[in-house]
């Protein structure tokens, strides 16, 4: 099993910033392709970014050029770096971690995007 915890959402202006974490523990052994998904009120859950265990990023078009997917393999810890936040950006970001073909979710945190 592996748990995975998040942590670093918030309310925030437009045009502002935050720091999402991602922390794994358990059997991270074999861990490839790490992400992050979203999912807004009434929609369905989007990926939003991901990053293999070689440190290759792939973005939603959405997010490009304004977030940042990182990992730390070391720390066993994914970042993702959300800058120029907009509005539409509001949802519940999820992290998650592929193993074989096992997916493992973390609990959630909430991103709000408002003035």
């Known amino acids: 099993q592996v748990q995975l915890v998040e942590s670093g959402g918030g309310l925030v202006q437009p045009g502002g910033s935050l720091r999402l974490s991602c922390a794994a523990s358990?059997?991270?052994?074999?861990?490839?392709?790490m992400g992050w998904y979203r999912q807004a009120p009434g929609k369905q859950r989007e990926l939003v970014a991901s990053i293999t265990s070689g440190g290759s990023p792939n973005y939603a078009d959405s997010v490009k050029g304004r977030f940042t997917i990182s990992r730390d393999n070391a720390k066993n810890t994914m970042y993702l770096q959300l800058n120029s936040l907009k509005p539409e950006d509001t949802a519940v970001y999820y992290c998650n971690a592929r193993k074989s073909l096992l997916s493992y979710w973390g609990q959630g945190t909430q991103v709000t995007v408002s003035s």
């Open positions: 358990g059997s991270i052994f074999g861990i490839n392709v």
